[in-house]
T-cell receptor, first 115, second 114 residues
């Protein structure tokens, strides 16, 4: 069965500092990998996705993620964090069967940004 | 452009009462539709998905049911709510076919069962 582990429940960084959020997955084949962001009381917004090709993918809001098959990881990074990046971040893995996108989400990492 | 509407935003219900949450999608046809639940301190759990009118797949056994009476309408229901049904419920849609694996989420419903 597929699974996602986000080992950091809560991270605090200073505005302008770099950020890396960890994500490890378990999946039996080449996975679809996603990062979503959730602001308080809101739905989830897609930041980026990976399925194949270049292992470094660029997303919105200056985020990027690197797929490392050997480590079963898909860590999210941003070189310089802005106060507006404070939110909860979810990594997800899943099959796309051609008819449905049944994603499994991690438990999330809450990012706090200090000024 | 496509939009997804979900209501109500918050709901407080007593144990044993019925539930009906509604989700509608605009600007697309024949979407895949999904219900996820986010319990406190936990990730999102896929509850149901639908690839067409009247076609419902349940991912976990539970006290809830889902229906899709129209192409762009997805309803989550319960006849008798349990305390464990409390959580944040998210509706989502995706397109069908290759390149449409992304999920687009509604703004969610915070359900408190007391």
């Amino acid at each position: 069965a597929q699974s996602v582990t986000q080992p950091d429940i809560h991270i605090t960084v200073s505005e302008g500092a770099s950020l890396e959020l960890r994500c490890n997955y378990s999946y039996g084949a080449t996975p679809y990998l996603f990062w979503y962001v959730q602001s308080p009381g809101q739905g989830l917004q897609l930041l980026l996705k990976y399925f194949s090709g270049d292992t470094l993918v660029q997303g919105i809001k200056g985020f990027e993620a690197e797929f490392k098959r050997s480590q079963s990881s898909f860590n999210l990074r941003k070189p310089s964090v802005h106060w507006s990046d404070a939110a909860e971040y979810f990594c997800a893995v899943g099959p796309f069967t051609g008819t449905a996108s049944k994603l499994t989400f991690g438990t999330g990492t809450r990012l706090q940004v200090t000024l | 452009s496509q939009t997804i509407h979900q209501w109500p935003a918050t709901l407080v219900q007593p144990v044993g009462s019925p539930l009906s949450l509604e989700c509608t999608v605009e600007g697309t046809s024949n979407p895949n539709l999904y219900w996820y639940r986010q319990a406190a301190g936990r990730g999102l759990q896929l509850l149901f998905y639908s690839v067409g009118i009247g076609q419902i797949s349940s991912e976990v056994p539970q006290n809830l049911s889902a229906s899709r009476p129209q192409d762009r309408q997805f309803i989550l229901s319960s006849k008798k709510l349990l305390l464990s049904d409390s959580g944040f419920y998210l509706c989502a849609w995706s397109g069908q076919g290759d390149g449409n694996e992304k999920l687009f989420f509604g703004s969610g419903t915070q359900l408190s069962v007391l």
